[in-house]
């Protein structure tokens, strides 16, 4: 590389939960800069998920965190070159980029759901994601089926 590597910006805690992972998650749901918009969806969504809930003991922080953890991947497919082939090499993944991914994926595929509001399907996708089911679960199954189906290139790790 010609440039050093850029150095990571602290975020701030947000204001209600006071936890960093809130604020990465709302910093990639936000459009066109409108931080506290996306603040509000978020909140909301928390709300339905309140009121939705069938564990009575958990918060509704705790089952977005939970979704969120169901649809972390462990391991991915990455393309390599090798001898005027390409191959899919699976390898596993950063602990940022599996938050990073798992975010993503909750969010589009959120986004591409039919309820009313943005509230209302960050909610319906956070629910179903706790449950193991719904869009991003299964993309997270699709990535592990990739690599697992791609193992015996493995050892043309980089």
Not at 10 to 24: A, C, E, H, Q, Y
Not at 80 to 102: E, H, N, W
Not at 128 to 150: I, L, Y
């Amino acid at each position: 590389m010609r440039k050093r590597k850029a150095k990571k910006r602290p975020l701030l805690p947000d204001p209600k939960f006071n936890d960093k992972l809130v604020t990465r998650f709302v910093n990639m749901l936000m459009w066109s800069g409108k931080k506290s918009t996306a603040f509000k969806i978020f909140y909301d969504a928390l709300d339905i998920v309140e009121s939705k809930k069938q564990d009575k003991e958990k918060s509704s922080l705790e089952i977005w965190k939970d979704g969120l953890s169901n649809v972390m991947p462990h391991v991915e497919v990455r393309s390599r070159r090798i001898g005027g082939a390409t191959f899919q090499i699976p390898m596993q993944i950063r602990a940022d980029r599996k938050i990073s991914l798992a975010i993503k994926w909750l969010i589009s595929f959120a986004r591409k759901r039919n309820e009313k509001s943005m509230a209302q399907k960050l909610a319906a996708e956070i629910l179903a994601a706790e449950k193991e089911e719904g869009a991003a679960v299964k993309k997270k199954a699709d990535t592990h089926k990739m690599a697992e189906a791609n193992k015996a290139f493995s050892h043309f790790r980089f």
